[in-house]
């Protein structure tokens, strides 16, 4: 994605907790979303972060820093139906126009 | 109940064709767009419109058109001249203010042969 990183793949076991980071380029900053998207479907609305802090939404959670350009997306008491890519994204210049990240391939095994 | 609709679901066509993917949304949204996701790949921008009659190219416009006629509808065309068509195409819509969190439609997977 256009200057936003994140992490390609990752393995976790289910019911424990995994982080996945974002990390995206400040200028024009205007909000970071994170999105789920299972595969062959369409991206699902996860948190959306504009101010510094955590914001908590049942078993997952979303960290923003805006003055390092850095966000994570923790999920907690990881269960099967987690396996899907987590899609972070970044508010642009033109405020309402997302610019996403690669995604990161999430995998739970049992 | 809202939401947005993209048909079909798949669609395959001869190269040289053009074809165009329908997308509707009743959420009453003002700004539309269009992405291409290609296996393993985060969404590549098309197209994006934040009022009827008006629309803006996104990162990857070459070979696509589109058109605002109506709030609700905002249907791509894929031409001839999109060199590489075949990918997952994804519509969304949002508010075009905060916190403009982007709602998607089912996608609709193009094969070209």
């Known amino acids: 994605g256009q200057n936003i990183d994140q992490p390609t793949e990752m393995t976790a076991t289910e019911g424990a907790i995994v982080q996945i980071n974002c990390t995206y380029q400040?200028?024009?900053?205007?909000?970071l979303f994170w999105y789920q998207q299972h595969a062959g479907e369409a991206p699902t609305f996860l948190s959306y972060?504009?101010?510094?802090g955590l914001e908590e939404k049942g078993r997952f959670s979303s960290f923003l820093s805006r003055s390092k350009g850095y966000s994570y997306l923790l999920l907690k008491e990881l269960q099967m139906k987690d396996s899907a890519s987590y899609l972070c994204?970044?508010?642009?210049?033109?405020?309402?126009?997302?610019?996403f990240g690669s995604g990161t391939r999430l995998l739970v095994r049992p | 109940d809202g939401g947005i609709t993209q048909s079909p679901k798949y669609l395959f066509r001869k190269e040289g064709q053009n074809v165009t993917l329908s997308c509707e949304q009743n959420l009453n949204h003002d700004a539309m767009y269009w992405y291409r996701q290609d296996p393993g790949q985060g969404l590549r921008l098309i197209y994006y419109?934040?009022?009827?009659?008006?629309?803006q190219k996104g990162d990857i416009a070459e070979g696509y058109s589109v058109s605002r006629e109506k709030k609700e509808s905002f249907p791509l065309t894929v031409t001839s001249a999109q060199k590489n068509p075949t990918a997952f195409y994804l519509c969304a819509s949002s508010t075009t203010g905060r916190p403009y969190e982007q709602y998607f439609g089912p996608g609709t997977r193009l094969t070209v042969t």
């Open positions: 972060n504009v101010l510094d």
């Open positions: 994204a970044r508010g642009g210049d033109s405020s309402y126009k997302l610019i």
């Open positions: 419109s934040q009022i009827v009659n008006d629309f």
């Open positions: 400040t200028s024009g900053f205007n909000g």
